[in-house]
């Protein structure tokens, strides 16, 4: 039997601030290819991925959604970037592409305003920050609220903003690891869902330490979005994050996860 081919790898659109197109489903960019579920199970939640840079958390959703253990369909992936690598991850899963530079907008409200005309295009059920590095105005977040996702390299409420890795190993910290939350106004401040954590070695530099969380990382986001795919999670009242029906007073742990919670 002959190989399957790959996919063709897809087209990248770079928008112009006057010519960011009228939110309509699925016409700005490619789609990638529907994964196919069992029968009687919900079709897969399109979702949306933003990113600045490499991609690597983009890449293990991408290979979830191809081996069908994560009910998702990735409908674009959005950068504000034109050399951000992931872009060519997702060209090459055959997943549609779109940059739409911050630097070509005068203030923070207009670019915001233009991603979320952007997004809204998919209709996507979800929103995830692959490392999009941008701090969102109130108005995109209360726009995606309940619906929007990041990934942070720390264990918050601990080391929010940059160079968690390097300031860890400044305060002498035994544990490190990273955060999947629900996005908020306050800068990775909001309901925090799901935490990894790693030791940290007498001689860790901040690179080692960071390969070390990274590796967590690519475990930590995935159950994340298939929980929320699922419809187990969702933020509830008082912005606690539910699942199961059951509200998080305090992120649970990757390593301490029931294996109904692993379902």
């Given at each position: 039997m002959s190989p399957v081919p790959p996919p063709a790898p897809a087209e990248t659109t770079t928008w112009a601030p006057d010519r960011i197109p009228d939110p309509h489903p699925c016409l700005?960019?490619?789609?990638?290819?529907?994964?196919?579920?069992?029968?009687?199970?919900?079709?897969?939640?399109?979702?949306?991925?933003?990113?600045?840079?490499?991609?690597?958390?983009?890449?293990?959703?991408?290979?979830?959604?191809?081996?069908?253990?994560?009910?998702?369909?990735?409908?674009?992936?959005?950068?504000?970037?034109?050399?951000?690598?992931?872009?060519?991850?997702a060209r090459r899963a055959g997943i549609g592409t779109q940059?739409?530079?911050?630097?070509?907008?005068?203030?923070?409200?207009?670019?915001?305003?233009?991603?979320?005309?952007?997004?809204?295009?998919?209709?996507?059920?979800?929103?995830?920050?692959?490392?999009?590095?941008r701090i969102l105005t109130p108005d995109f977040v209360a726009h995606y609220q309940g619906r929007l996702l990041n990934i942070h390299p720390s264990l918050l409420p601990k080391y929010r903003g940059l160079h968690t890795h390097e300031r860890a190993l400044a305060a002498r910290e035994t544990e490190h690891g990273a955060t999947v939350h629900f996005v908020t106004a306050e800068l990775d401040g909001g309901p925090a869902i799901l935490q990894a954590r790693v030791s940290v070695a007498a001689d860790d530099d901040a690179s080692r330490l960071a390969a070390r969380v990274l590796v967590q990382e690519h475990r930590l986001y995935p159950q994340v979005v298939r929980w929320f795919a699922q419809g187990r999670l969702e933020l509830g009242p008082n912005d606690l994050p539910r699942l199961d029906g059951q509200a998080l007073a305090e992120p649970l742990r990757l390593d301490l996860l029931t294996p109904d919670q692993l379902a």
């Open positions: 700005a960019c490619p789609q990638a290819p529907v994964q196919t579920l069992a029968t009687g199970n919900p079709p897969p939640l399109p979702i949306v991925v933003l990113i600045s840079g490499s991609g690597s958390n983009l890449q293990a959703l991408i290979d979830g959604a191809t081996d069908g253990s994560l009910p998702i369909r990735i409908a674009c992936v959005i950068a504000n970037r034109g050399d951000a690598y992931g872009l060519e991850r940059v739409l530079s911050h630097k070509d907008f005068g203030d923070r409200k207009t670019f915001d305003t233009a991603l979320m005309a952007l997004i809204d295009g998919f209709q996507p059920g979800l929103v995830v920050l692959a490392g999009f590095m």
